[in-house]
Structures are given as structure tokens and as C-alpha cells.
């Protein structure tokens, strides 16, 4: 009886370790499985990229015609619908009293005769200075960019700016491909111009 007493507690005792790795190998599935879906949760709701975001934000602040047709510069032109059609036009709201805008104009004139070429087209939207002001500033720093002064602020309530330097960039066929609050730097803003340019649309 005692050898068949131990042959028993020794068959029980086998089970009871093939009972247990059986359970810690669900446990480890379950772990497994529960990481898993984890990580496609956490893909599946990843955030958009920042182009993808930029995009998002400029197609979302769309209004029904996206560019300024009609706006008059100093010069006494009226833009309309052909001058834009085929290129890519940057439009900047500014004012000289506004610290980043001064770092961001200066650049905007580099990339405006750098992409020239490519049909790239600048234009200023000062926020309701005295054109004396304007004028002084922008011979002052060199700037012969096209611009006209939002007197009555119908650009600014149309493309809702609310904060400056505001840019706007839009592609060739009229969509608006970035909206950029804030002065982010030359290298920001050049691959905001190139992601409009006919040949990457």
C-alpha cells in the first residue's frame, strides 16, 4: 500500500505541475494577447502626423473661395482669379510692431525670389497700420514684397486670424495646404511652400 500510496502522490504531484504550466501558459497568452491589442489600439488612435495636422487645420478654416481675389495692393493692382490659378501663393499677415513677424518677412522675401521660378507668389496683409508706418517699415528693412493694410479687417475676419504673424500658403489649384501661426523658422516654412508646388501635389 505505501508504494501505491507513493505512486499516487507522485502522479498527483505530475499533474498538479502540468496543471500549473498549463495555467502559467494561458496567463502568458493572455498577457500576450492583452498586448496586442494594445498596441492596435494605440495605432489605431495614434495622432496625425504634423503635415497631416496642418492640413486638417487649413482645410477646416476654409472659407467658400480660397483666394483673396479682389484684394487691391499699394501698388494700386487688383488680384483676381487668373493671376493665381497654376501657382503657389503664400499670404502673410503681419505688422511692424510684431517681433516674429520682423524675423519671419526678411524670409519670406528669400523664399519668394527663391521659388520664383516654380510660379511661387508672396503677398503681405498688414493689420490696419498707418500706411506711413507701412511704407517707412517696409523701405527700412528692405522689403518690396507686394501688400495691402486690412483698414477694415475683412482679410483677417475672412481667413480668421487671430494671432501674428499668420501664414497662409495655398496650391496651385486653390486649396490651402498649411495655416502657420507663429514665426516656426526657414526650414518650417520652406517645406510649407514645397509641399504646395505643382510638382509635389
Known amino acids: ?8 502522490a507522485m502522479k498527483n504531484k505530475r499533474n498538479l505541475w502540468l496543471l500549473g504550466g498549463c495555467g502559467a501558459a494561458l496567463a502568458a497568452l493572455f498577457c500576450f494577447l492583452c498586448f496586442c491589442a494594445l498596441v492596435l489600439f494605440f495605432w489605431s488612435v495614434r495622432p496625425p502626423s504634423f503635415w497631416e495636422q496642418q492640413r486638417r487645420q487649413a482645410a477646416s478654416s476654409q472659407s467658400e473661395e480660397t483666394w483673396p481675389v479682389g484684394l487691391t495692393d499699394a501698388s494700386g493692382r487688383t488680384w483676381t482669379e487668373e493671376d493665381f490659378k497654376g501657382r503657389t501663393l503664400v499670404l502673410n499677415f503681419w505688422a511692424s510692431w ?8 526678411p524670409e ?3 523664399m ?5 521660378d516654380q510660379g511661387v507668389i508672396v503677398l503681405l496683409i498688414n493689420t490696419d497700420e498707418p500706411p506711413e ?6 523701405r527700412e528693412e528692405g522689403l518690396t514684397l507686394p501688400y495691402t493694410i486690412d ?3 475683412r482679410w483677417q475676419q475672412r481667413y480668421h486670424v487671430r494671432a501674428l504673424p499668420t501664414t497662409l500658403v495655398f496650391a496651385p489649384d486653390g486649396d490651402m495646404t498649411a495655416r502657420i501661426t507663429g514665426w516656426r523658422g526657414t526650414a518650417y516654412l520652406r517645406r510649407a511652400i514645397e509641399t504646395a508646388l505643382p510638382e509635389t501635389r
Open 1 to 8: 500500500m505505501s508504494n501505491e500510496n507513493a505512486g499516487n
Open 98 to 105: 510684431c517681433g516674429p513677424c520682423r524675423q519671419e518677412l
Open 108 to 110: 519670406l522675401q528669400t
Open 112 to 116: 519668394a525670389h527663391t521659388y520664383a
Open 133 to 138: 508706418v507701412v511704407e517707412r517699415f517696409l
Open 151 to 153: 483698414t477694415d479687417g
